[in-house]
């Protein structure tokens, strides 16, 4: 692609592995109220969205989990299957942000919470040795920590604002159609990494890399 300056990269489902399943399994292991009434792929209840924007605690979103769940066990076995969807990191993958990184100014911009960053980063140190992502992008933007997340249109609009960079000048890859949708509405050129697909391939295909 000509002109192309920026990248923005997803996180889970593009450089973390996830199976969300694994974590509707854990939860439907110690409750029988079904998780995918309120939690599954292509949607979730108004609890989780405010959790990635970070407006509630983790000991107030387990709360409330608990509640919905009417579970009366520890809560650690509940933020033990929240956690149970995120998998490892290839260290092919870091491979390819590395080599991004040498070519373009990268973002990584990815709807997560507390709980999540401290899960995947310590599995980051102890497959890769390295404490977060930092290192891999000239920025990391985390929805719980910006107060928002995608798909609405603030958070690439700040993204963009945040680093003076032009929207026509950067790519953004998610695995999600709808948060491709919302960058693409901001006139950034947004595409969607098909399933088992993997990035480096996609960033060939574009001629990125």
Request: aromatic share 12%; with cysteine.
């Amino acid at each position: 692609m000509k002109d192309i300056k920026n990248i923005i990269f997803d996180l889970g489902g593009v450089i973390i592995n996830l199976d969300q399943q694994r974590t509707i399994y854990q939860f439907n292991r110690l409750s029988d109220v079904p998780f995918e009434t309120f939690y599954n792929t292509s949607a979730q209840s108004g609890l989780f969205d405010e959790f990635d924007k970070g407006r509630m605690s983790t000991e107030d979103f387990l709360g409330h989990l608990k509640k919905e769940l009417r579970y009366s066990g520890h809560t650690d076995a509940l933020l033990q299957a929240w956690n149970a969807m995120l998998l490892d990191v290839p260290e092919h993958r870091l491979d390819v942000l590395i080599n991004a990184k040498s070519n373009y100014s990268t973002y990584l911009l990815s709807n997560t919470c507390e709980p999540h960053i401290a899960s995947f980063e310590e599995q980051l140190y102890q497959e890769h040795g390295v404490k977060n992502f930092e290192d891999y992008f000239d920025k990391v933007y985390y929805s719980c920590r910006m107060g928002m997340r995608k798909p609405d249109k603030e958070i690439f609009e700040t993204v963009l604002r945040d680093n003076t960079i032009r929207p026509e000048e950067t790519v953004f890859i998610d695995d999600s159609a709808q948060h491709v949708k919302g960058a693409g509405e901001c006139g950034i050129n947004a595409y969607l990494l098909p399933k088992n697909m993997e990035i480096e391939e996609l960033l060939k295909d574009l001629k990125l890399l």
